[in-house]
């Protein structure tokens, strides 16, 4: 199979986030936590290692969110009904998303803290 042009595989990429954003309630709860993050490094002027902290904390729970929606939608491709071994693959994919977002809550805290405080 040929590769696609790179100007494709961009199109390609950017249609899935495009998906993303129309199909998935998680993601665009994030999405709206993103903005929101990019909002404060600009109006709080935050040094260029916090603000990388909060975009890099910010992209990895997007990251996640969207390879936790693309292993649930191969489990349900894979099998339509329920199984509970499907479900326990679902449930660890799940768990690596609220285990980032997690963790970005705390780096939130620890970046906004001194801004706010």
């Given at each position: 199979?040929?590769?696609?042009?790179?100007?494709?595989?961009?199109?390609n990429?950017?249609?899935?986030?495009?998906?993303?954003?129309?199909?998935?309630?998680?993601?665009?709860?994030?999405?709206?936590?993103?903005?929101?993050?990019?909002?404060?490094?600009?109006?709080?002027?935050?040094?260029?290692?916090?603000?990388?902290?909060?975009l890099?904390?910010?992209?990895?729970?997007?990251?996640?969110?969207?390879?936790?929606?693309?292993?649930?939608?191969?489990?349900?491709?894979?099998?339509?009904?329920?199984?509970?071994?499907?479900?326990?693959?679902?449930?660890?994919?799940?768990?690596?998303?609220?285990?980032?977002a997690?963790?970005?809550?705390?780096?939130?805290?620890?970046?906004?803290?001194?801004?706010?405080?």
């Open positions: 199979m040929q590769k696609p042009p790179l100007h494709k595989s961009f199109l990429a950017f249609r899935g986030v495009f998906a993303m954003i129309k199909t998935e309630r998680n993601f665009q709860i994030e999405l709206v936590a993103f903005f929101i993050n990019l909002f404060l490094i600009f109006y709080l002027k935050l040094t260029s290692t916090d603000a990388a902290l909060i890099l904390a910010s992209a990895a729970v997007l990251s996640a969110e969207i390879f936790n929606t693309a292993i649930e939608k191969i489990c349900d491709i894979i099998q339509p009904d329920f199984d509970q071994r499907i479900g326990f693959i679902k449930d660890i994919a799940a768990g690596a998303v609220v285990l980032i997690g963790v970005s809550v705390i780096i939130g805290i620890l970046v906004y803290w001194k801004y706010f405080f």
